[in-house]
Nanobody, 124 residues
């Protein structure tokens, strides 16, 4: 099991940038894939980005491709989501998660451990 703490959210104007962090505790963080998901009010939790345990592969939702970058630092048990060119539609609570996806790395059901979430608000 991995304990996760999300941070780095805030209020930013459209076109601005934020960097989210995910601090993991536990010895096994480096053996899990990591994902970022988001949930806006009244909507289902949706996939944003995922990265394999060794950073060999990264996947992005079409809506953030080219603007967001996922990364991880296994030596320090940290994960990151760099968000550039933010848009009002990116407003949501963002969650990091870890798991070992068997079928679909974009599905929240494939992830076992979750952070508490960090609010990102983008004003127009």
């Amino acid at each position: 099991q991995v304990q996760l703490v999300d941070s780095g959210g805030g209020l930013v104007q459209a076109g601005g940038s934020l960097r989210l962090s995910c601090a993991a505790s536990g010895r096994t963080f480096s053996t899990y894939n990591m994902g970022w998901f988001r949930q806006a009010p009244g909507k289902e939790r949706e996939f944003v980005a995922a990265i394999s345990s060794s950073s060999s592969f990264a996947y992005y939702a079409d809506s953030v491709k080219g603007r967001f970058t996922i990364s991880r630092d296994n030596a320090n048990n940290m994960g990151y989501l760099q968000m550039n060119s933010l848009k009002p539609e990116d407003t949501a609570v963002y969650y990091c998660a870890t798991g070992r996806p068997q079928y679909d790395s974009r599905s929240p059901k494939e992830y076992n451990d979750w952070g508490q979430g960090t609010q990102v608000t983008v004003s127009s």
